[in-house]
């Protein structure tokens, strides 16, 4: 039986921001804060959605924006506290559900980043709904989730299995990373809620693009969705 999600990230709080330093989460790293470049002006408001230990909290806050951070890992929110130091007094940290954005009213935020979050979730609707509503018309929500028929998540999840026959836990984070979605059930789903996909890049840690072009989709996709100028709240 898998872990809750939140419980299996307050054990990774400690270290969560030093993966980004190296390999394969440095290069998804790179990917992210170009694309955060290209669309944050400071003296916007941004939420960090499912915020982590705050790694790209730090992003949005160099570009000047005034950040709000929300985690349902209370562990995870005061490493970030603690790796910002100074800068964490300047953002509204929150702990809650990522999906029950109540607090905030419609059209509060410029945007929202919400990597590595949606995967762990049952559903994405609900997310997806509240990001929405809270999101002033034209506003940027940057996400990232993976794909089905991902060859590099498929042979991880074969491997955890058959060596799991013999007592040996690897990928754990496959026991909790359980949601895939299409790249047209994204689209799809983000129209439903007035936003249209604008930019779509692709990462994996070990299939090369070239290959992924032909037989396989990447692990992750990164999404740039911008909402529509005349969409309703919520």
């Excluded at 299995?161 to 949601?179: D, P, T």
Aim: proline share 3%.
């Amino acid at each position: 039986m898998g872990r809750d999600p939140v419980q299996f990230h307050d054990t990774l709080s400690h270290s969560w921001s030093s993966r980004y330093r190296s390999g394969a989460f440095a290069r998804r790293f790179a990917i992210l804060n170009d694309l955060l470049a290209s669309v944050v002006v400071a003296g916007q408001r941004w939420l960090d959605l499912g915020c982590g230990s705050g790694v790209f909290t730090r992003v949005l806050l160099d570009r000047g924006a005034c950040v709000a951070a929300l985690d349902g890992s209370r562990a995870m929110l005061d490493a970030a506290k603690v790796a910002l130091e100074g800068p964490a007094v300047q953002v509204d940290w929150i702990h809650g559900d990522v999906r029950d954005l109540s607090r905030f009213e419609d059209g509060h935020f410029d945007g929202i980043v919400c990597f590595s979050v949606i995967e762990y979730l049952p559903d994405a609707s609900r997310l997806i709904g509240e990001v929405s509503r809270v999101l002033r018309n034209d506003g940027f929500f940057i996400f990232s989730v993976p794909p089905n028929f991902s060859l590099s998540r498929g042979l991880q999840k074969l491997v955890r299995k058959f060596l799991g026959l013999f007592g040996v836990n690897v990928f754990e984070y496959l026991s909790v990373s359980i949601l895939e979605i299409s790249r047209t059930g994204v689209e799809s789903l983000v129209r439903n809620f007035g936003m249209s996909v604008m930019d779509v890049r692709g990462f994996d840690s070990c299939v090369p693009a070239w290959m992924r072009l032909v037989i396989s989709r990447p692990a992750l996709m990164i999404y740039v969705a911008r909402k529509d100028q005349n969409a309703t709240a919520g």
